[in-house]
């Protein structure tokens, strides 16, 4: 079986342009939602109570909203979670009041409504937890940004690292667009997926850079363009199969995964999908622009002696 | 040129017999068992108390599977849950009678039932976070600056006496912030307290201000010491934690220090969520001092008047005010232990104190100086004070035992002596983060994740076979054994297992599909370019690696940044997700090669390879290479 028969290389840079309007306009769409309507915080980060409890019938969200209200909550979220029976209900953090008061006391006037109501798990975080682990997320993407950067700058050259880094944290405004956009909860878990889709992401962007720098070896005819043209055709098909079986197993746990793995599976299935247009469309072309050469990439002497270069010996 | 030497192929052999044989136990499930540790630092779980359990099952009639000794604990497994309740309440009467003071801790635990030669190899199955298995997770935080202002207090109280002792006159003591300001007439008195302060209080640094013709001493807690005052306080919590604990009966708890002034509690298993919280979640800590028997204290105690300087008022557990010294004579800090009991004499229900050494002398000395009078024992949860017990002082107390007697019903007693024991916090704590699983919810969530993993599993799998024929096989092969490894490996380093975590194994296989892919194309690649199938096999892996490699290491970056900076449901993922990429760059590298050259490499004269279609641009038309 072969999906991909492509005859002659594909002339993607003729269009990059395009590719990268559209990508900008997504980019600004994201941003701007994202600054209008802001991210929907688990309360992981913004300290509170999750509270999931489970009835025998489908559960009525009025009463239970009704029955928290009476306590004298302010904001509180009833929402169903999964299926009809799991509620969910969040509290925001109040000062003076232990998490174990606040969940019992719902639990209890939920109880004496319904008696069959069971209490499936309850989640409670501090302000200040809160705080620190959005910091936490924040040094960790850094962390994630410059490491990669760095290793790229030192493998390839700084060009293809800055490319490669602009388009995947595009990728990654990108997520975040959609879940400010649709107002999907933003976890931890989320945010664990948002950092793998980087470093996945990533990947992608190497693959092409390792044909790119292969290529300038083997063809000294052809001109940056043509070389990127040819590098992007030819790992074109192992670029989509690739995404396509990581989106197997993504899509099994947005399937089968339950409630919990939603979001951090949706988070990775726009990360995936996203990838693929911006490490093959965004990537190269941004490093083309950045007016990357053979000369970047090949240093004549320094070729010959190098042992860990794993591609010198590439040569026809 | 496709061939590997026997050593390399002995790699994969052992290694794929470790991760069969680590893998094992996690197929074996759980069965039901009765755990019984240690509930005091003093008491060592032996042969002994595994011969006293042995008894106990046998008198009871009830059968164990097994019984053994490890760890400092016993567990005994048992076929149901009927018997494993059966011997916990016998085990249970036989180790800890009622009314004493329990030693031990039997609790119900849950134990793999894997063969005794696995577990001799120390393979046991993976663990299982509370997310998967149900249970709670708090993390406390530890109130450092009210330890430290406690401390102040309590020197505070030593100075004042020290300075009588010592004929030192000063023109008031007192405590302002985590400061103690001393008031003195003249320069002969200063030198005097200094040297006093020097000479008994290492831990403090003096500051003078000369005020007129008087002077003000401040003095403060060292840096060092009040580094040191913290380090104590968070470990008599975590002891004290330990303690209450201990009476919930839970089989394997975690209580750890995380941080400076932080500390994480988990209790698997644990399912009346309710009464850990209550008894966790009482941050309390404990002060005796003299009620103020002054007509204008009994005044302020009966009409609500003005409350006499020096004393506080303050109420009972029935609601009457009291109306109480500001002095402390002693802290939870000198209380060792709390139990209720029966008086010798009157069997009437008492609470029994024992105090440390220097709560033994500090309360012989007021006991001596006080006798008739009312001391009053408060128990501050959140700030708020309450007198639990306000007994009168009948006799000299020495030797640091003390009986609380009157008006008591057991019941009482036991919840008394449970608020003493409690009350021996060295700082109050609040819960932070909590995290409450049913035990439903964790069965559901492991269904969840593994149904992820097996249908992604095979799907890919499945896909590769039929696009890539024999190598398809070979790379679903490869990416089974990753999976083993993945899983062997989680066993052997006993890391814990959560949600996330089973969701960044799904991952891991996603993306350890890729290096296959990425090979599987290049050797397809140097076919259509029309190299000899050998050639094209080797220059595919070879090809291949250098691009593996790159980008396996910016997904090990993102992994390591998560494993740093995460904490909680992120940290279990990023365990998974790194040890994840290093195995699948051994198995899909190093182990289907081995495959590949064992089917492909001993053929000098190989036609064509099995890798699905090789399409040919220049033909116009597909050709098959196989």
Known sequence: MELFKIRKDIPFMKHALVFNAISFITFAMAVFFLFTKGLHLSVEFTGGTLMEVSYSQPADLNKVRGTVSTLGFSEVQVQNFGTARDVMIRLPAQKGVSSAQQSEKVLTALKADNAEVTLRRTEFVGPQVGDELAQDGLKALAFVVIGIVIYLAIRFEWKFAVSAIIAN????????????????????????????????????????FDRIRENFRRYRKMNTVEIIDNAITSTISRTIITHGSTQIMVLSMLLFGGETLHYFAMALTIGILFGIYSSVFVAAAIAMWLGIQREDLIKPLKKDNDPGDENSGAVV | MNRYPVWKYAIIVIAMLLGVVYTLPNFFGEAPAVQVSSGKATIKVDTQTLQKVEDALKAAAVNAQTVTLEGGSIRARFENTDEQLKAKDAIQKALTPEGADPQYVVALNL???????????????????????????????????????????????????????????????????????????????????????????????????????????????????????QEQALKQNITTLHNRINELGVAEPVIQQQGLDRIVVQLPGVQDTAKAKDILGRTATLEVRMVDESTEARGAEQAGGIVPFGAERYLERDGRPLIVKKQVVLTGDNLTDAQPGFDGQTQEPVVNLTLDAKGARIFKDVTRDNVGKRMAIILFEKGKGEVVTAPVIRAEIGGGRVQISGRMTTAEANDTALLLRAGSLAAPMEIIEERTIGPSLGAENIAKGFNSVTWGFLVIVAFMVVYYAMFGLFSGIALGVNLLFLVAILSMLQATLTLPGMAAMALALGMAIDSNVLINERVREELRNGVSPQAAIHAGYDRAWATIFDSNITTLIAGVALLAFGSGPVRGFAVVHCIGILTSMFSAVFFSRGLVNLWYGGKKKLKSVSIGTVWRPEGGSAVKAD
Do not use: C
């Open chain 2, 111 to 229: 134990v793999s039932r894997s063969p005794a030669w696995l577990t001799s190899l120390h393979a046991s199955p993976m663990y299982l976070g509370l997310d998967l298995r149900g249970g709670v997770h708090f993390m406390l935080q530890v109130d450092m600056q009210a330890a430290l202002t406690q401390k102040v207090e309590s020197i505070t109280g030593d100075l004042r006496s020290l300075l009588r002792e010592k004929d030192v006159r000063h023109g008031g003591i007192s405590r302002n912030g985590q400061a103690i300001e001393i008031r003195l007439r003249d320069a002969q008195q200063l030198e005097a307290a200094k040297r006093v302060l020097s000479a008994q209080f290492a831990d403090l640094q003096t500051q003078e201000v000369a005020e007129g013709t008087e002077f003000r001493l401040t003095a403060s807690i060292k840096p060092e010491a009040a580094r040191k005052v």
């Open chain 1, 169 to 208: 944290l595009h990728d990654v405004i990108i997520i975040l667009g959609f879940f400010a956009f649709f107002q999907w909860e933003f976890s931890l878990a989320v945010l664990a997926a948002v950092l793998a889709v980087l470093g996945y992401s990533v990947n992608e962007s190497v693959v092409i």
